[in-house]
C-alpha cells in the first residue's frame, strides 16, 4: 500500500496556542485527503475532506475557522488547530485518497495520527 | 451511511483459535465496504475492500465476507497469532463518503 507520514506523532500545547499538523502523501499524489479526530472510545469522525487547490469541505458541527485545512499541493495537507482548547485535546490523523470503484470511492491510506493534548 | 456497528467491540482468544467479527450498517446508498487492521501507534492499514453482494476476499489467515442485502459483513481470523492483536475497523462507503464504526479490538493471548 501507499505510504502516508504524519507530524507531528504527539504535541502538547498551552491554551491559546495554534497548532500545525502535516500529512505526507510519500509515493504517490492523492486526489483528496481527509483529517478525521478520534475521541477515547469512539470511532473516527470525519472532519473534512481537501481537495488540492480549492478549498476543504468540512462535516457538520466542526468549526473551519478553528480548524484550518490547507492542501497546496497533490502530496502534502497541513491542518492548523487555531487558538486550541483542552477541549480540542485528542487524536488527529489524515488520509490520503486515491479513486478507485470507477471513481466512486476513495481508497484511503492512513498517516499514523498525531495526539494533541491541550493544557 | 450512518449506524455503522461493530461487534464485539473487544475480545480475548487464546493463539491457535479462530474468531470473527461483525459489522452491519444501514444497506441503502451503499459502494464498497473496507476493512482495517489498526495496530498500536501504527497507521490503519486497509485489509479488504469489497463492493458487490456475495464478496469474499482472503488475505492469508484472514478472510472476509459481504452482504449487501441485509448489511453486514464478517471477518474471519484462522488460528490467530499474536500478531494478529490489533482493533480491526470497518467502513462502509457511500458515494465518496466513508463512516467507521467503532471496532474491535482483539487480543490473542501467546
Known amino acids: ?119 | 451511511i450512518l449506524n455503522v456497528e461493530q461487534s464485539p467491540q473487544s475480545l480475548h482468544v487464546q493463539e491457535g483459535d479462530s474468531t470473527n467479527f461483525t459489522c452491519s450498517f444501514p444497506s441503502s446508498n451503499f459502494y464498497a465496504l473496507h476493512w482495517y487492521r489498526w495496530e498500536t501507534a501504527k497507521s490503519p492499514e486497509a485489509l479488504f475492500v469489497m463492493t458487490l453482494n456475495g464478496d469474499e476476499k482472503k488475505k492469508g489467515r484472514i478472510s472476509a465476507t459481504l452482504n449487501t442485502k441485509e448489511g453486514y459483513s464478517y471477518l474471519y481470523i484462522k488460528g490467530s497469532q499474536p500478531e494478529d492483536s490489533a482493533t480491526y475497523l470497518c467502513a462502509p462507503t457511500g458515494y465518496q463518503k466513508v463512516t467507521f464504526g467503532i471496532g474491535t479490538k482483539l487480543q490473542v493471548i501467546p
Open chain 1, 1 to 119: 500500500g501507499a505510504v502516508v507520514s504524519q507530524h507531528p506523532s504527539w504535541v502538547i500545547c498551552k491554551s491559546g496556542t495554534s497548532v500545525k499538523i502535516e500529512c505526507r502523501s510519500l509515493d504517490f499524489q492523492a486526489t483528496t485527503m481527509f483529517w478525521y479526530r478520534q475521541f477515547p472510545k469512539q470511532s473516527l469522525m470525519l472532519m473534512a475532506t481537501s481537495n488540492e487547490g480549492s478549498k476543504a469541505t468540512y462535516e457538520q458541527g466542526v468549526e473551519k475557522d478553528k480548524f484550518l485545512i490547507n492542501h497546496a499541493s497533490l502530496t502534502l495537507s497541513t491542518l492548523t488547530v487555531t487558538s486550541a482548547h483542552p477541549e480540542d485535546s485528542s487524536f488527529y490523523i489524515c488520509s490520503a485518497g486515491r479513486l478507485a470503484g470507477g471513481s466512486s470511492y476513495n481508497e484511503q491510506f492512513f498517516g499514523p495520527g498525531t495526539r494533541l493534548t491541550v493544557l
